[in-house]
């Protein structure tokens, strides 16, 4: 296991599943429930869109304050996208678990970049924004497409995600004072 220090060569081990200790209990929840949703909506691996809709599914205080900068509501958000991304020709009972092999080239892409972005910002695990921020920003994100047509920007996006994340970490920070 890395140390703080050192660096972390892949967000995968080498059999291919994804490097759990690499993010926050919240992103793992995030992700677990992309996996579901994913199995839901009758897909055989999980995409990016599904990232979202496990963001959505289970947001945590920042991923709330990006709702509400945006004045969307996070469950109606995400019946919406699983709506638009449910095959009805789809997978029944897809078999389905956080492992290389089971993510999409863009999910694999999107973790790595979210990984780096936390490093960027100093920390050891993947946050539920890094995973948001990472996603509105990545080259042809069909989430960032799915708001581009109704007039909303990435940019936009990922100014009121990074506007929330500062929010929450300016929280939580206040919070590890008021309990020292």
């Not at 109606?76 to 789809?90: I, V």
Request: hydrophobic content about 40%; glycine content about 6%.
């Amino acid at each position: 296991m890395a140390t703080p220090d050192e660096s972390v060569d892949d967000i995968f081990l080498p059999g291919g599943r994804l490097r759990l200790d690499l993010l926050t209990d919240t992103a793992v929840k995030a992700l677990h429930e992309s996996v579901r949703l994913a199995r839901e909506t009758r897909w055989d691996s999980v995409r990016s869109p599904h990232v979202f809709m496990g963001l959505l599914a289970v947001p945590d205080a920042s991923v709330r304050n990006w709702g509400e900068r945006l004045q969307a509501d996070l469950s109606n958000l995400l019946g919406q996208f699983q709506e638009l991304f449910h095959q009805d020709e789809g997978e029944d009972e897809a078999v389905l678990i956080l492992n290389r092999e089971f993510l999409s080239d863009n999910v694999i892409h999107l973790l790595r970049d979210a990984h780096n972005r936390a490093q960027d910002h100093r920390r050891t695990q993947i946050t539920p924004m890094d995973l948001l921020i990472s996603l509105l920003t990545m080259a042809n994100s069909i989430v960032a497409e799915c708001f581009q047509r109704i007039g909303v920007t990435a940019a936009k996006l990922t100014e009121l995600a990074v506007l929330a994340e500062h929010k929450g970490s300016g929280d939580n920070e206040r919070g590890e004072r008021a309990t020292k």
